[in-house]
């Protein structure tokens, strides 16, 4: 997903270079609303709105409630992520969810906005998990999983469809155990990984998880 407007520039160029190979989400990543001066953060989502008609999907977007993140307090990003959450429901689009330590403040207010998508690099347990899935979000798993101390993840695709499970390589950042650097290649150890849990055969798991995602997004299924 996208987190501020350079990103989504690089986003749109890219598409150009790779006509029908690059889907475009544009956000404000926490991150970011975090770090700008206010009139930069409105300014940018003046933006957000005159770019969002041309994207599949809004986001990054979220809460991440982490101390290095809240020097402006946490009203600030409760503001601009609700203010997103309002323009993916007028447009109809799905959204991309960063969601760090506000699971509770993130869940209050998605039930007063009804929009579909996913919960990014989703790392909790199943509580958590069917929470958002009663709202019918997509759960969207990355390397955590490959860690053996991570039993409430594990959980969690064990007991959740596969219907709505989604896997996400979120290279450069979140590398396997014993990397520190990956790329893409990250999302089939994932997927072993899935499979394993759900005991399904391996390309069953990669067809549904690539089903899920083309569904998300309203795209028709390629070969």
Same mark, same amino acid.
């Given at each position: #997903?996208?987190?501020d407007?350079?990103?989504?520039?690089?986003?749109?160029?890219?598409?150009?270079?790779?006509?029908?190979?690059?889907?475009?989400?544009? !956000?404000?990543?926490?991150?970011?609303?975090? #770090?700008?001066?206010?009139?930069?953060?409105?300014?940018?989502?003046?933006?957000?709105?005159?770019?969002?008609?041309?994207?599949?999907a809004? @986001?990054?977007? @979220?809460?991440?409630?982490?101390?290095?993140?809240?020097?402006? #307090?946490?009203?600030?990003?409760?503001?601009?992520f609700?203010?997103?959450?309002?323009?993916?429901?007028?447009?109809?689009k799905?959204?991309?969810?960063?969601?760090?330590?506000?699971?509770?403040?993130?869940?209050?207010?998605?039930?007063?906005?009804?929009?579909? !998508?996913?919960?990014?690099?989703?790392?909790?347990?199943?509580?958590v998990?069917?929470?958002?899935?009663?709202?019918?979000?997509?759960?969207?798993?990355?390397?955590?999983?490959?860690?053996?101390?991570?039993?409430?993840?594990?959980?969690?695709?064990?007991?959740?469809?596969i219907?709505?499970?989604?896997?996400?390589?979120?290279?450069?950042?979140?590398?396997?155990? #014993?990397?520190?650097?990956?790329?893409?290649?990250?999302?089939?150890?994932?997927?072993?990984?899935?499979?394993?849990?759900?005991?399904?055969?391996?390309?069953?798991?990669?067809?549904?998880?690539?089903?899920?995602?083309?569904a998300?997004i309203?795209?028709?299924?390629?070969?």
């Amino acid at each position: #997903g996208g987190v501020d407007p350079e990103d989504w520039q690089r986003q749109t160029a890219l598409e150009l270079k790779f006509p029908g190979h690059i889907w475009l989400s544009f !956000g404000l990543h926490p991150y970011f609303v975090a #770090g700008q001066k206010l009139e930069d953060l409105e300014s940018a989502l003046l933006k957000l709105h005159a770019q969002a008609p041309q994207a599949d999907a809004l @986001g990054e977007m @979220g809460l991440d409630f982490r101390k290095a993140f809240l020097p402006s #307090g946490k009203e600030r990003q409760v503001n601009f992520f609700t203010r997103q959450l309002t323009l993916a429901k007028e447009l109809k689009k799905p959204v991309v969810l960063h969601i760090v330590r506000a699971h509770e403040e993130a869940l209050h207010e998605l039930c007063k906005i009804s929009v579909s !998508g996913m919960v990014h690099a989703f790392t909790a347990g199943p509580q958590v998990a069917k929470r958002y899935l009663d709202l019918g979000y997509h759960l969207s798993v990355g390397a955590k999983l490959l860690y053996p101390e991570s039993h409430d993840l594990a959980e969690t695709v064990q007991q959740m469809p596969i219907e709505r499970l989604l896997i996400e390589s979120d290279c450069p950042d979140q590398a396997p155990p #014993g990397k520190k650097v990956h790329d893409s290649a990250t999302v089939f150890s994932i997927a072993e990984r899935v499979a394993v849990l759900k005991k399904l055969p391996l390309p069953q798991v990669l067809e549904h998880t690539r089903r899920n995602l083309f569904a998300l997004i309203n795209k028709e299924i390629r070969p």
